[in-house]
Nanobody, 125 residues
């Protein structure tokens, strides 16, 4: 089992940047594929980015491709989401999640077994 705690959210102007962190407990962090999702008010939780357990493969939602970057440091049990050129439509609660799926790059909520509590990102226009 793994516990996840996000940090780094906040209020930023459009065009600005933020870096989210997700710290994981447990000695098996390196075996999990890690993802970021977000949920805006009144909307479904949606996929943002994923990085495989080995760190060699990443995937992004089209809406953030070229602006966001996911990375991980297995020695620190931490996954990051670097967010640049932020837009008001990026405003949401951002969640990190852990998946044991190995055969593919998981982009669906149901592929993830563990979730953090979320961190709010607000982008003002």
């Amino acid at each position: 089992q793994v516990q996840l705690v996000e940090s780094g959210g906040g209020l930023v102007q459009a065009g600005g940047s933020l870096r989210l962190s997700c710290a994981a407990s447990g000695r098996t962090f390196s075996t999990y594929t890690m993802g970021w999702f977000r949920q805006a008010p009144g909307k479904e939780r949606e996929f943002v980015a994923v990085i495989r357990w080995s760190g060699g493969t990443t995937s992004y939602a089209d809406s953030v491709k070229g602006r966001f970057a996911i990375s991980r440091d297995n020695a620190k049990n931490t996954v990051y989401l670097e967010m640049n050129s932020l837009k008001p439509e990026d405003t949401a609660v951002y969640y990190c999640a852990a998946s044991l799926v190995k055969s593919t790059v998981p982009i669906f909520k149901g592929d993830y077994a563990y979730w953090g509590q979320g961190t709010q990102v607000t982008v003002s226009s």
